[in-house]
């Protein structure tokens, strides 16, 4: 089948445009308000950049908010920082209530009974049950522009500037993904686990 992404011509009950590039990693980012609320959430349109310097980036789109800016992307940008904790299988059902709409106001760690840690360089509350965290320093907001103004997104960019990782998923010197079992997005209401892999070496 062929199908014009803008016209949305594809006949099928749902958007295929999602469950196309997958598995995706899941940031699941806390940050501060200017007010000193927290907030977590969840996001499936979540990367790293490169590792020179160490760069994440995450998209937010979906405006809700007054100013057409999620609650992490604006937190990020008025305050410089947040902070991106791993989502793994043991932790989904919390990782899925954080992505509940709520009022800017609420804690959504602390509704979800989820403990904090405090983080070295920046100001963000880290997911205590989270076993990898990377405290990031803000750098920039790249717009993605749609036809839509109200449904444009947002590509929110940080510097990794502090990494924590629990002693236990490293194994010979090396982070072993089966000792915390990742969680990706997949489409629709689906997801997957990372518990096994391949190996194949680069080419000399």
Partial sequence: MFYDPERRDHGLPHNPFKSLVVPRPIGWISTLSREGVVNLAPYSYFNAVCDRPPTVMFASGGARARDRRKD??????????????????????????????????????????????????VKPPRVAESPIHLECRYLLTVPVPESDPAEASAIVIGRVIGVHIRDDVIVDGRVDPRKFKPIARLGYFDYTVVDSFFTIPFPE
């Fill in 72 to 121: 992490s992307q604006r937190n990020a940008e008025e305050t410089g920082e947040f902070v991106v904790n791993l989502a793994t299988w043991d932790l989904r059902e919390k990782v899925s209530a954080t992505s509940a709409t709520l009022p800017s106001e609420v804690d959504e760690m602390a509704l979800c009974g989820l403990a904090s840690l405090p983080s070295i360089k």
